[in-house]
């Protein structure tokens, strides 16, 4: 599977996983079984620091809005950063896939 493949399947994961919601789909049936705990570490790194957690509510630290319930956080990823996420994700992985293989 082609590497814009994968990054489109994980941008739903990615703010899925920023916003606290439980994923559909499983890493390692998105990546593959093979690289999925290479790619675990990297999509954990960018939800993390996606998502800012004040006064029990969350925020986004790549706008600054907020605050925001787990669904409209999630909601907010999906239509105003999706080429954000995608941008870090392309990044991560084509360093973390360098350098794993």
């Known amino acids: 599977m082609r590497l814009e493949a994968v990054v489109d399947r994980l941008v739903e ?3 899925r996983k920023a916003s606290g919601l439980t994923t559909r789909h499983s890493l390692e049936s998105i990546v593959g079984p093979s690289i999925a705990s290479v790619v675990r570490d990297r999509v954990e ?3 993390l620091f996606i998502a800012k957690q ?3 509510a969350l925020w986004c630290r790549l706008c600054g809005k907020g605050p925001f319930t787990k669904r409209g956080f999630y ?3 999906i239509r105003v950063h999706p080429l954000d996420i995608r941008y870090m994700l392309e990044d991560e992985l084509h360093e973390a896939l360098s350098t794993h293989g």
């Open 54 to 56: 004040r006064n029990g």
């Open 13 to 15: 994961y990615v703010a």
């Open 45 to 47: 790194r960018i939800a």
């Open 75 to 77: 909601l907010h990823l």
